[in-house]
T-cell receptor, first 113, second 111 residues
Framework: NAGVTQTPKFQVLKTGQSMTLQCAQD?????MSWYRQDPGMGLRLIHY???????DQGEVPNGYNVSRSTTEDFPLRLLSAAPSQTSVYFC????????????FGSGTRLTVV | GNSVTQMEGPVTLSEEAFLTINCTYT??????LFWYVQYPGEGLQLLLK?????DKGSNKGFEATYRKETTSFHLEKGSVQVSDSAVYFC??????????FGTGTSLTVIP
């Protein structure tokens, strides 16, 4: 089925560990983003990409890295996990053009202990 | 700058009641406006959208009208069902595909 696929769905990390959250879309969307969702704070943009080879920081980029080597994939790397990074992470994609809505993945629930 | 403010929840309604969730926005230029819905344990799904002033978005019995004069995009439904229980997010998209989300409003519909 066409859409945005995120893996894993759940993850528990120890403080200081690193990991990569995977995101792939098969809709040939140019624009991809990573958000974190925390209670009472809505969605906050971490990083985004307007196309392969181009990435930029969002509202809360510290502690995260991204790359966009292909149109389909946009992985999010946690460099050294901290308890403050406990959250639900969503990847989303859209075509260029502000009239199109985002398509969201089903999320990764990350707990850092 | 760009921002979205939506009414705080949680909202609890009886089945068949009328629903309004308020959303106002601040934006430069002419943004597109969206409502997303998030069911428990799932990602956000696009519910409806409007791309210019006075447009009305509608889907699954939900409606919202883009009011530029009041900078609002309130979500309404005439008769809610238990299956409408979810968290609803108002959002805007401006130049450069940046999306700005409200903090979400939790709706619980009781039989």
């Amino acid at each position: 089925n066409a859409g945005v696929t995120q893996t894993p769905k759940f993850q528990v990390l120890k403080t200081g560990q690193s990991m990569t959250l995977q995101c792939a879309q098969d809709m040939n969307h140019e624009y991809m983003s990573w958000y974190r969702q925390d209670p009472g704070m809505g969605l906050r943009l971490i990083h985004y990409s307007v196309g392969a080879g181009i990435t930029d920081q969002g509202e809360v980029p510290n502690g995260y890295n991204v790359s966009r080597s292909t149109t389909e994939d946009f992985p999010l790397r946690l460099l050294s996990a901290a308890p403050s990074q406990t959250s639900v992470y969503f990847c989303a994609s859209t075509h260029r053009g502000q009239g199109d809505g985002y398509t969201f993945g089903s999320g990764t629930r990350l707990t850092v202990v | 700058g760009n921002s979205v403010t939506q009414m705080e929840g949680p909202v609890t309604l009886s089945e068949e009641a009328f629903l309004t969730i308020n959303c106002t926005y601040t934006a430069t230029g002419y943004p597109s406006l969206f409502w997303y819905v998030q069911y428990p344990g799932e990602g956000l799904q696009l519910l409806l959208k409007a791309t210019k002033a006075d447009d009305k978005g509608s889907n699954k019995g939900f409606e919202a009208t883009y009011r530029k004069e009041t900078t609002s995009f309130h979500l309404e439904k005439g008769s809610v069902q238990v299956s409408d229980s979810a968290v609803y997010f108002c959002a805007l998209s401006n130049t450069g595909n940046q999306f700005y989300f409200g903090t979400g409003t939790s709706l619980t519909v009781i039989p």
